[in-house]
């Protein structure tokens, strides 16, 4: 598992649950004030993930107002951005004179050496978000680019920001198959795709070095292969020509992982039908369908498959897995 920090006002008496709060997120992100019309009683949770220079956070709490001011920032700057993204609620962000309000899956960029206030809020609910620390030295673009997107929304909905949000979202919901040392790997996917959608949002994807760009590429890749696995057209040939890259450019790419782009692919197919064969409320679909969903229109072919991957033929898994408990075939790692 990944180092993890955990922290909670659940447990403690009303009173105190507010200043608790307050003296962990000073802790954990740079210094601000806070305050929240439900401090009598507060309720929040927070989760910090350690990747190395770079720490996510996954947090649910009631209103609260989060401000940086000038005296702030000269006791204390850290020299980091701040990656604000609700999930469920809404950010209304206040800067000198500007004013912005961002929703669900937006993504917004602050910046720790510039004040401003943001009220995260959720109606009567609780407010669900995602943050990220990262500190403006492991960013390639120059401090000049970047205040061009301070406190401006982006969306995590489509392109890069979908692929971050997508990225946080899996690794925020099972850190159990990563040890520690993964941290600082994990970390430096996330400073990648942060610097793609910083570089795609200003039009300044010539600033990335070489090797971001190529990183990023291999995860626009992997992410199209994910959307497609039950296509049985999907081939090297269909992804090279989807991204604009001849197929040897494609190999080349992959050339560092640890499959080639076909294996990876059926790798991948597998693992999905796997998981369905052991899906309870998939019980009555046929094996040759739950194949042929992932992308395996001959039957033959997967059973073949599929007993060199796991050891035993589909029919004998899903038998083993709904209804013997404890030995189903263990699930590959994440990747």
């Given amino acids: 598992m990944l180092n993890e920090t955990v922290f909670r006002t659940e447990g403690l008496h009303g009173a105190d649950r507010f200043d608790f709060w307050c003296e962990r997120v000073g802790r954990t992100h740079a210094p601000l004030d806070l305050y929240s019309p ?17 720490y996510v956070w996954p947090t649910t709490h009631q209103a609260i107002r989060f401000r940086r001011t000038t005296k702030l920032i000269r006791q204390s700057d850290p020299e980091q951005y701040h990656i ?3 999930i469920h609620g809404t950010n ?20 720790s050496s510039r004040a401003f206030q943001v009220y995260s809020s959720n109606g009567s609910e609780q407010f669900t978000g995602i943050g990220i620390e990262v500190p403006k030295a492991v960013l ?25 949000l997508q990225f946080l979202t899996q690794l925020s919901s099972d850190t159990s198959c990563y040890l520690p040392s993964d941290g600082p790997r994990l970390g430096g996917v996330v400073v990648d795709l942060l610097s793609s959608l910083f570089a ?43 991204h604009h890259i001849s197929i040897s450019y494609l190999h080349r790419l992959f ?61 004998d898994y899903r038998r083993q897995a709904l209804h013997v408990p404890g030995t189903a075939v263990p699930s590959t790692p994440c990747s």
């Fill in 38 to 54: 439900h401090a009598a009683d507060y309720q929040a949770r927070q989760r910090v993930l350690d990747l190395g220079a770079v």
């Fill in 84 to 86: 604000g993204i609700p």
């Fill in 92 to 111: 209304h962000i206040s800067w000198g004179s500007e004013n912005a309000v961002y929703g669900a899956r937006e993504i917004q960029v602050f910046d």
């Fill in 140 to 164: 390639p673009l120059p401090q000049h680019r970047m205040d061009g997107l301070f406190a401006r929304g982006m969306s995590g909905r489509e392109g890069f920001g979908a692929l971050l």
């Fill in 200 to 242: 795609h949002t200003l039009e300044a994807d010539g600033a990335l070095p070489p090797e971001t760009r190529t990183r990023s590429l291999v995860l626009r890749i992997r992410a199209h292969v994910q959307r497609h696995l039950h296509d049985p057209e999907l081939t090297p040939t269909s992804i090279a020509a989807a």
């Fill in 255 to 315: 050339r560092g992982e640890h499959e080639t782009v076909a294996a990876w692919i059926r790798s991948q197919r597998l693992e999905r039908a796997r998981r369905d064969l052991g899906d309870p409320g998939m019980a009555a679909t046929p094996v040759h369908a739950v194949a042929a969903r992932w992308g395996f229109p001959r039957a033959a072919d997967f059973t073949r498959a599929f007993r060199a991957a796991y050891g035993v033929p589909p029919s």
